[in-house]
């Protein structure tokens, strides 16, 4: 295929953060957007200078200049859409997690296979500088050897206004972002697990999906390893300031993400010694015209679109990750086994809870 990546956006609330990144990288061009409101799709389009807007997810598939689709909507909808995009033989790149069914996960593996395109989960946390960062850590042999991790996603999304599906979904079912980062640098998959609720939300949001729970806690057990991890999820009725963080705890360095926004992250370097750092950017691996997208941004309520640098400046690593992987024929590194391997714990662990805390045997993707 010739150099330039012609991608189409489908759904343009996440999905519109991507929009100047992709126009400002070198091999990729926004042919398409599409979104079911109109008036949106317009205002959106005349915004970017976008001429090609679709309505109808289907109008998308059909269009045979599209070489791949971006998919940032509705979780309902990420695995079905996915499936229908590979089929259509577009590379696919969508939002997490990239499904929350078992079997769902292990049809994309198939269908990415037979369709030979490009697939990538967004996981904006195993590219965010604080990720990059302790990955360093990992790979110089700075930080020792791994002995345990933990990941946590809290957020409180109790007040009005996020989408009607989001009320009483189950959190381990959205827990890549607390999951996937301390698999992707203990370089494991997860052999099983056990998770129990705690507390319970109100009535009316459990109703929605049969998940009382307020939070999930999982032990999970790593795969041909002395690792476990614990991991902590939770959306409704239990305040905090929202925080999506793992830390990693190694023989020679260990890493905590901070507790509250803006106080640093901790680095230990022995039992008494604590260093609060921010992590540095990563921009120079980018393509120039992506480099400054990723700096400086700390605070995410303060990202706007046009910055491009949301998530701990993981956009445009993101971006530049799936167009590289589609021109150099390649997997991506959030490709369909490893997102189903960092998908399917959640889903297990959803399922432990679900039944009193028992143990689930968690399936290897391959």
């Given at each position: ?20 990144i992709y126009q400002k990288h070198p091999n990729a061009e926004v042919y398409a957007i599409c979104q079911r409101t109109k008036d949106q799709l317009d205002k959106v389009g005349n915004e970017f200078g976008i001429k090609n807007r679709y309505t109808r997810f289907e109008d998308v598939l059909r269009d045979k200049e599209v070489d791949a689709i971006h998919l940032a909507t509705p979780i309902a909808d990420h695995a079905k859409m996915t499936l229908a995009s590979l089929n259509a033989g577009k590379h696919t ?274």
């Amino acid at each position: 295929m010739s150099k330039e990546v012609k991608i189409a956006i489908v759904g343009l609330h996440f999905g519109k953060e991507f929009i100047p990144i992709y126009q400002k990288h070198p091999n990729a061009e926004v042919y398409a957007i599409c979104q079911r409101t109109k008036d949106q799709l317009d205002k959106v389009g005349n915004e970017f200078g976008i001429k090609n807007r679709y309505t109808r997810f289907e109008d998308v598939l059909r269009d045979k200049e599209v070489d791949a689709i971006h998919l940032a909507t509705p979780i309902a909808d990420h695995a079905k859409m996915t499936l229908a995009s590979l089929n259509a033989g577009k590379h696919t790149t969508c939002a997490v997690p990239m499904a929350t069914t078992k079997d769902e996960c292990f049809e994309i593996i198939k269908a990415r296979k037979k369709a030979d395109k490009v697939y990538l989960m967004i996981e904006t946390h195993v590219y965010t500088r604080a990720f990059l960062y302790a990955k360093e850590l990992v790979e110089t042999g700075q930080l020792g050897k791994i002995q345990f991790m933990r990941g946590t996603h809290t957020q409180n999304m109790s007040l009005p206004g996020w989408p009607s599906y989001w009320y009483g979904f189950p959190p381990m079912l959205y827990g890549t972002h607390a999951i996937a980062p301390a698999l992707a640098l203990a370089n494991a998959t997860v052999e099983s697990v056990v998770c129990y609720g705690s507390g319970e939300i109100r009535k009316e949001y459990a109703k929605h999906y049969g998940a009382p729970f307020a939070a999930q806690t999982a032990i999970l057990k790593l795969r041909d390893s002395d690792i476990a991890m614990e991991v902590t999820r939770w959306c409704f009725d239990t305040i905090r300031q929202c925080r999506e963080s793992f830390d990693v705890y190694g023989t020679k360095l260990s890493f905590e993400w901070e507790q509250i926004e803006h106080e640093g992250f901790a680095v230990f370097s022995n039992f008494e010694d604590v260093k609060r750092i921010q992590p540095p950017d990563y921009g120079h691996r980018l393509p120039k015209e992506l480099a400054a997208l990723t700096a400086g941004v700390h605070d995410e309520s303060q990202v706007s679109f046009v910055q491009g640098a949301g998530h701990g400046g993981s956009h445009p690593h993101i971006a530049n990750e799936f167009v590289q992987a589609i021109i150099e024929r390649r997997d991506s590194t959030c490709d369909a086994v490893a997102s189903a391997n960092w998908t399917l714990p959640g889903i297990c662990a959803n399922e432990s809870s679900m039944n009193g805390g028992k143990k689930v045997e968690v399936p290897l993707a391959k």
